[in-house]
């Protein structure tokens, strides 16, 4: 089983800058894809930003070059830097884990997600 911890979120200013944090762990052999999700009130999960096995990434059309994705090489260990935050930013972060477990299983887990809140 895997387990999926995000970190990070608060209130921020309009303008400001936020750094999410989130971790796996428990029974990985390797990770295919890890990504970042949003999800507002009333609103649709949405994708933020994305790597996959190549170190290759992703963003949302909202992201507009504000935020980065990166990832430590064992693939564990995800961040999200969030700059030039916005109201429309406010939402509920969560990461996301897709990979191999021992035995060839393949693995799908999300964390509990962290609040941002983006006001003035």
């Known amino acids: 089983q895997v387990q999926v911890v995000e970190s990070g979120g608060g209130l921020v200013h309009p303008g400001g800058s936020l750094r999410l944090s989130c971790e796996a762990t428990?029974?990985?052999?390797?990770?295919?894809?890890t990504g970042w999700y949003r999800q507002a009130p009333g609103k649709q999960r949405e994708v933020v930003a994305g790597?996959?096995?190549?170190?290759?990434?992703t963003y949302g059309d909202f992201v507009q070059d504000r935020f980065g994705i990166s990832r430590d090489n064992s693939g564990t260990t995800m961040y999200l830097f969030m700059n030039n935050l916005k109201h429309d930013d406010t939402a509920r972060y969560y990461c996301?884990?897709?990979?191999?477990?021992?035995?060839?299983?393949?693995?799908?887990?999300w964390g509990q997600g962290t609040q941002v809140t983006v006001s003035s």
């Open positions: 428990g029974d990985i052999s390797g990770i295919h894809h």
């Open positions: 790597i996959n096995g190549a170190h290759s990434t």
């Open positions: 996301n884990y897709r990979g191999l477990s021992s035995g060839l299983r393949n693995f799908d887990a």
